[in-house]
């Protein structure tokens, strides 16, 4: 074997070794949500009865970027289930996100699978754009857009967003870096701008 | 002078020797891990399918077995203690008036020796009798046991697919809770001669069998739905 096949071979078997040995978090998504009720009470359920003293502001929790909102917590449904209520009402067009740590425990001792979390904002159903959130991993960000019914087209700076259901519309963004601002638009048929909305990268 | 320093030095390095020594091993053990101790049963062991999770049921206070040391694995399991079982692993609250809540059932007063874990089970939503019948001594098939699973546990479905050869011969009242079961990993049915899956949905279960899927289905603790 010449010399370069086997320090080929040597950094693949090294890149591998990393690959696997990377620490592989078993997160749990739900699906973004977008309320309407500036006190939405959320329901969480659980497939066992939970362990009252573990439900505390360290297990459960709402961030607002890096920082827990307060909220009230109650065990409802059999203790199978978590009412989490928001002390003050959210405000429009923030990202807030809704997160279960594993330090949960059911009733029999047992530390919840998997953190649990869910992204959700609170909007206005009057306005053209009702709600903007972003996800961003290796460098990509994606923005997802949901907009009032009479909407045509959404501009996000000078790229047309792609539909990407009812009222919703989707694009992506390589290198974009934190703090940038971006621009989005929506449109009515007829070219005319609905509404115009500033949103910075987190 | 000198042989006393000779002592004093010799004494000294015996004892530093000594302390190196005897130190050493306890430098290096392991911290000891105490197990709680097995419970025996003279009818199951450890080499018998179910054990460690009759042995994991029966240390969460779940299980206790027969009076006379008996865990009787292949008898099948009856309504009642399904029941007491459940209450006991999922430690279901009791609920306050339980005369009230077995008033659903004319079978079972709350002077029958489980009526605190049949309220409990009642109460929760997982039994709820059939024709003012609770059943006790009754036994549960495996479809039946599927929808008591998911009710108590609370399973929710998901996207993916299921291949049980017998599934549209299930009771229809049970055959969305055995694809929840099957979806949440918790059965695979059983394998025929050609290697097809299958159910066998009207079959008895034994109380070995139902450890198994409790086992299974205590193993997951999870988020099933935000709303």
Request: proline share 3%.
């Amino acid at each position: 074997m010449r010399k370069s096949h086997k320090l080929m071979i040597a950094i693949l078997v090294i890149a591998i070794s990393f690959i696997s040995s990377a620490p592989v978090t078993f997160a749990k998504s739900f699906p973004y949500k977008v309320i309407e009720d500036a006190s939405k009470t959320w329901k969480i359920t659980f497939t066992q009865v939970l362990q009252a003293d573990s439900v505390t502001n360290a297990s459960v929790y709402i961030l607002d970027g890096n920082t827990k909102i307060p909220v009230r917590l109650t065990l409802t449904g059999s203790n199978k289930s978590i009412n989490v209520t928001p002390v003050t009402p959210y405000e429009k067009g923030k990202d807030y996100e809704l997160k279960v740590e594993s330090t949960l425990k059911s009733a029999t001792g047992k530390s919840l699978n998997q953190p649990t979390s869910m992204k959700f904002q609170l909007v206005d159903k009057s306005s053209a754009i009702q709600s903007v959130s972003q996800s961003s991993a290796a460098g990509f960000t994606n923005f997802t857009v949901f907009t009032r019914s009479d909407v045509y087209k959404v501009n996000i700076n000078t790229t047309e967003m792609q539909m990407a259901g009812i009222n919703k519309y989707s694009q992506g963004f390589y290198g974009l870096k934190s703090g940038t601002i971006v621009t989005i638009k929506a449109y009515s048929e007829t070219g005319k701008v609905l509404e115009t909305k500033s949103y910075t990268i987190d | 002078m000198n042989k006393m320093k000779k002592i004093i030095l010799s004494g000294l390095a015996l004892i530093l020797g000594c302390t190196t020594i005897a130190s050493t091993p306890f430098v290096f053990a392991q911290p000891k891990v105490v197990k709680a101790a097995d419970v025996k049963f003279s009818d199951l062991s450890p080499a018998d399918s179910g054990y460690n999770q009759v042995q994991s049921l029966v240390k969460q206070g779940a299980i206790k077995g027969f009076p006379g040391g008996k865990f009787k694995p292949h008898q099948n399991i009856s309504r009642e203690h399904v029941a007491v079982i459940l209450a006991n692993a999922l430690k279901l609250p009791v609920p306050k008036n339980v005369s009230k809540t077995l008033s659903v059932y004319d079978d079972v007063k709350s002077t029958h020796p489980y009526s605190k874990q049949i309220a409990a089970v009642t109460a929760a939503d997982i039994f709820k009798g059939n024709n003012k019948k609770f059943r006790p001594s009754q036994t549960i098939n495996r479809e039946q046991m599927a929808t008591v699973i998911v009710k108590a546990f609370n399973l929710t479905g998901n996207s993916s697919s299921i291949d049980l050869i017998d599934f549209a011969k299930l009771d229809a009242s049970h055959r969305d809770n055995v694809k929840i079961l099957a979806q949440n990993n918790i059965t695979i049915g059983k394998i025929n001669q050609k290697g097809q899956r299958y159910y066998d949905g009207t079959r008895s279960l034994t109380r070995v069998q139902f450890s198994i899927f409790l086992d299974k289905a205590l193993n997951s603790f999870e988020v099933v739905d935000i709303s």
